[in-house]
Nanobody, 129 residues
Framework: QVQLVESGGGLVQAGGSLRLSCAASGRTFSTYTMRWLGWFRQAPGKEREFVTA??????GTYYADSVKGRFTISRAQNTVYLQMNSLKPEDTAVYYC?????????????????????WGQGTQVTVSS
């Protein structure tokens, strides 16, 4: 199993910044079980939506249009970070990190939540206006 633990959520005013972390561990954790890691979010009453994804070995990222230029995904050792700047009230959601063994071939592919094998428990981000 792969365990993913998110942290860093909280309450911030519009225009502010937060950095989320996703720490990966587990007996079956490897570069084969976790080729890509993504961030998704779910706001109350809405479907879960893709935010961004990164190739674990480096050299590839995808972003949703809604966060491009404001959010940055990065990785250091076994932790993936989501730097969120210029936050808007519409960014309010529970943010989840997820890992997949399958390679990602396109943005459309990266956005497909069904293809992610492991999920964290989520961390709440609230942006006040």
């Amino acid at each position: 199993q792969v365990q993913l633990v998110e942290s860093g959520g909280g309450l911030v005013q519009a225009g502010g910044s937060l950095r989320l972390s996703c720490a990966a561990s587990g007996r079956t954790f490897s570069t084969y079980t976790m080729r890509w890691l993504g961030w998704f979010r779910q706001a109350p009453g809405k479907e879960r939506e893709f935010v961004t994804a990164i190739r674990w070995s480096g050299g590839g990222t995808y972003y949703a249009d809604s966060v491009k230029g404001r959010f940055t995904i990065s990785r250091a050792q076994n932790t993936v970070y989501l730097q969120m700047n210029s936050l808007k009230p519409e960014d309010t959601a529970v943010y989840y990190c997820a890992a997949r063994a399958a390679l990602v071939g396109s943005l459309y592919d990266a956005m497909n939540a069904v293809k992610y094998d492991y999920w964290g428990q989520g961390t709440q981000v609230t942006v006040s206006s």
